[in-house]
């Protein structure tokens, strides 16, 4: 059986890939616009996302996406066949 996805450690993955940020202090609950990211940013670490996960979320669900966590239900909502940390 696979590992569950921490989408957690992938964001802060994805964070200093694209934006050379370190966010050791992420947390689930963490606005993702309160990380001071533009919005280029935030579009290359949603396809990051995408691309590592083999998932394409749609604009509408963006849209409401605010915290890590809320992209991780998305993924997780977008992916049932895979399991996510908590």
Request: aromatic share 6%; glycine share 2%.
């Amino acid at each position: 059986m696979e590992q569950p996805i921490d989408v957690l450690e992938m964001f802060k993955q994805a964070a200093f890939e694209v934006d050379n940020r370190r966010l050791p202090d992420l947390k689930l609950d963490t606005l993702i616009a309160g990380l001071g990211m533009d919005s280029v940013a935030v579009m290359e670490l949603v396809s990051y996302f995408e691309e590592k996960l083999s998932v394409r979320i749609p604009d509408e669900e963006l849209s409401r996406l605010r915290t890590v966590k809320d992209l991780r239900d998305a993924i997780a909502r977008l992916r049932p066949d895979r399991q996510f940390a908590a």
